[in-house]
């Protein structure tokens, strides 16, 4: 029976200490992004998002929907749909993330020697970014990052072509690009200790 009583406590602290652990996560939203080269920029907006969730680091807030959830609150409370009829109680953003896409492209590379063609596409981007500590004002990270990656090739020698066609290489790119900046700004609010 002790023992169980042990194993019981333990559970307890360890359930409680994962619930605050959780709800200790800095907040953070994304602020305006933009595109001096085209491209979607909502796109790219979500894959951050969705990167930045997955680091497991983060609380976000989607700032961009901030009308949808109050809208939402505001029928809770009216009785029209169910909830805690409250309105308000959207978490403060502790860091901010800003961005321009300066670059976002396809470089189509072709090699062409006799009976021997290659050809491939390499995906790039370039976002200049930063992220702003809300509390403070400061710039926690001011930087470019650069992305390419060579998404399809294909190779013909004597009229018989290997590879193709294989994704679409500004969505990769994008992709890689959020990915790259999710660990970028893990790393500058979490920085590795030693």
Do not use: H
Request: charged residues 20%.
């Amino acid at each position: 029976m002790k023992q169980f009583r042990i194993i019981f406590s333990f559970l307890i602290i360890l359930v409680s200490y994962e619930s605050f652990s959780q709800s200790s996560k800095p907040v953070i939203g994304i602020g305006e992004m933009r595109s001096s080269v085209g491209g979607d920029v909502n796109t790219f907006r979500a894959m951050l998002e969705t990167a930045l969730a997955g680091t497991n680091k983060f609380d976000i807030i989607e700032r961009s929907r901030i009308g949808d959830l109050v809208g939402e609150q505001s029928l809770s409370a009216g009785g029209i749909t169910q909830g805690n009829g409250q309105i308000g109680g959207i978490s403060g953003v502790d860091y901010l993330v800003y961005g321009s896409i300066t670059k976002l492209g396809v470089e189509n590379n072709n090699l062409s020697l006799g009976d021997f063609q290659s050809a491939s596409q390499t995906g790039v981007m370039s976002v200049d970014l930063r992220v702003v500590d809300v509390t403070t004002g400061s710039i926690r990270i001011s930087e470019t990052v650069e992305v390419s990656e060579t998404i399809s090739s294909a190779l013909n020698i004597d009229g018989r072509t290997m590879g193709g066609d294989e994704a679409d290489p500004v969505s990769t790119v994008q992709r890689i690009a959020a990915n790259k900046i999710a660990g970028k700004i893990s790393l500058s609010v979490f920085p590795i200790r030693v």
